[in-house]
DNA sequence: TCGAAGGTTCAAGTATTATCGAACCATGAC
DNA sequence: GTCATGGTTCGATAATACTTGAACCTTCGA
């Protein structure tokens, strides 16, 4: 087979913004560790390589499934990048969609 | 016994303002039941018996619990009233304690 | 004092979530 | 190619959370 499947590369499904749901989002936000994830990345897109918890001995299936809470509520954007993944937050569309929500959680102690 | 108990009255307890915790406010407001009560609430305070949720056929103490996990984590006060309870929002200490997120959920569509 | 209304608590069963190792997949470096 | 790096997914098990009936408590009204 020579022709590539066409946007191929571990394509991960995200919701879309009209489809956010609040409770799910809250949920995602109700985790310390996913809370710590999200508060790395309110700067700006990181590496998830780059992104490490608190507690450095969670196997790295437990971090996955993290992210993937968050992907999955709409909280985060997980794109491959090179041989690894950027990690961003969907910030528009949550400010968008739950206006302040996200400052709110984000600047709480 | 003649002398009562004093400040008997099946009193719950309730966290003090600076012991309420982030993630587990957030919690408590990731259930749509639970969310339904403090969306109610907002408003002013709801004399339990009135406070009715969509499904009518969820069981007391399953109604019971709904208001335990949202006054544990400090989002309600729950109070006794004549023969029932009187409920409300924590606004002022939530505020305090996390502003903009109480209005923020229930501003959210 | 008795009964009914309104709620909490307990115990037990069920369902959902978390956690981890192992297997697997893709990419980049060589 | 081959190998190491970085992640996802699967399957199993542990831990939490939800749900409910039964028992109980308190208050109001008769």
Redesign the interface.
Known sequence: MTAPPNGSSHDLAHPQEQDLD???V??A????GR?EIVRQLRDGPVEMAQCNLADPTVAKSTKSHLFKVLREAGVILNLPKGRGRLLSLRREELDR?????L???L???
């Open positions: 609040l409770t799910q809250l949920f936000l109700s985790d310390p809370l969609r739950f206006p302040g929500l400052d709110a959680v600047d709480a102690s």
